[in-house]
Antibody, heavy 125, light 108 residues
Framework: QLQLQESGPGLVKPSETLSLTCTVS??????????WGWIRQPPGKGLEWIGS???????YYNPSLKSRVTISVDTSKNQFSLKLSSVTAADTAVYYC?????????????????WGQGTLVTVSS | SYVLTQPPSVSVAPGQTARITCGGN??????VHWYQQKPGQAPVLVVY???DRPSGIPERFSGSNSGNTATLTISRVEAGDEADYYC???????????FGGGTKLTVL
């Protein structure tokens, strides 16, 4: 059974960089046809897609966050990571990592079929 | 960018049928996916590609997509179906994932 687990600091200071890692177990992040994504949810609000990555390093980003976001992959550790720079209180949210359903190499497949449990990141001094 | 519009809330009595809509411009030309999210939990995919169900999802959950509206239908609603539901598409014109604002389903 595929499992995803987010890890990283739960508290980040304003203007600093938020860094999270998603560790995949029960399957290989290098499996063809799967993209891996980050989604966040501010307290009491809806879901917001941050971006997605293929094991080769190909990425798609939400244009509203693109200037501050970097998503990378480490196939040797079966992990992918998120960095969000210059954070403010508006970046306080539960951050989820998830796997896209099976699809082509060029674009992510349908939906997100496996999710991590999520991790709350609070931006505060 | 592409916008998905959902009603903030839907209420239904147990045993009845709940219909949650997701509006978008010519949404019938896109594949729509639906998620159920209960408080404090990660979302769960309940319908993908408009009307397919992942393994383990009850047949009571079904989807359709026509014109400018996609619909998630939950038949014989149970108390355990009370949750937030989100629709989602891939906007190929902008290469990005779009979520609807979410609908809170209340079982009366």
């Amino acid at each position: 059974q595929l499992q995803l687990q987010e890890s990283g600091p739960g508290l980040v200071k304003p203007s600093e960089t938020l860094s999270l890692t998603c560790t995949v177990s029960g399957g290989s992040i290098s499996s063809s046809s799967y993209y891996w994504g980050w989604i966040r949810q501010p307290p009491g609000k809806g879901l917001e897609w941050i971006g997605s990555i293929y094991y080769s390093g190909s990425t798609y980003y939400n244009p509203s966050l693109k200037s501050r976001v970097t998503i990378s992959v480490d196939t040797s550790k079966n992990q992918f990571s998120l960095k969000l720079s210059s954070v403010t209180a508006a970046d306080t949210a539960v951050y989820y990592c998830a796997r896209h359903g099976p699809g082509g190499v060029a674009t992510p497949g349908p939906g997100f079929d496996y999710w991590g449990q999520g991790t709350l990141v609070t931006v505060s001094s | 960018s592409y916008v998905l519009t959902q009603p903030p809330s839907v209420s239904v009595a147990p045993g009845q049928t709940a219909r949650i809509t997701c509006g978008g411009n010519n949404i019938e030309n896109k594949s729509v996916h639906w998620y159920q999210q209960k408080p404090g939990q990660a979302p769960v995919l309940v319908v993908y590609d408009d009307s397919d169900r992942p393994s383990g999802i009850p047949e009571r959950f079904s989807g359709s997509n026509s014109g400018n509206t996609a619909t998630l239908t939950i038949s014989r609603v149970e108390a355990g179906d009370e949750a937030d539901y989100y629709c989602q598409v891939w906007d190929s014109s902008s290469d990005l994932v779009v979520f609807g604002g979410g609908t809170k389903l209340t079982v009366l």
